[in-house]
Nanobody
Framework: QVQLVESGGGLAQPGGSLRLSCAAS????????MGWYRQAPGKQRELVAT???????TYSDSVQGRFTISRDNTKNTVYLQMNALKPDDTAVYYC????????????????????WGQGTQVTVSP
């Protein structure tokens, strides 16, 4: 079955950087859109970034210009490079896989994704 395993979370200072990884197994990775979500305490899960199978990317307004999503299909891994971190970036970060193969439209709701990782905690604090 499909498994997504996130890593790379931790504690960072404001202005610092972290790189999250999500390793996928159990399916053909390259043909699916992948997304990164985050959930802060007491808040709804928020879509942060997506990358289509063809490599096109989208970002939420809150991370545009600071975060970069990328993928390495040879390693079945998607990354989220997070720069200029802010305390508001503190959350559990989840990667997710699109439920539809090679979709040309980015799924923007949680129901558009059918597999999720377990999450990795990112804390931004002085």
């Amino acid at each position: 079955q499909v498994q997504l395993v996130e890593s790379g979370g931790g504690l960072a200072q404001p202005g610092g950087s972290l790189r999250l990884s999500c390793a996928a197994s159990g399916s053909i990775f390259s043909i699916f859109t992948m997304g990164w979500y985050r959930q802060a305490p007491g808040k709804q899960r928020e879509l942060v970034a997506t990358i289509l199978s063809g490599g096109s990317t989208t970002y939420s307004d809150s991370v545009q210009g600071r975060f970069t999503i990328s993928r390495d299909n040879t390693k079945n891994t998607v990354y989220l490079q997070m720069n200029a971190l802010k305390p508001d970036d503190t959350a559990v970060y989840y990667c997710a896989r699109d439920r539809i193969v090679s979709r040309m439209v980015v799924p923007t709701t949680e129901s558009g994704y059918d597999h999720w990782g377990q999450g990795t905690q990112v804390t931004v604090s002085p």
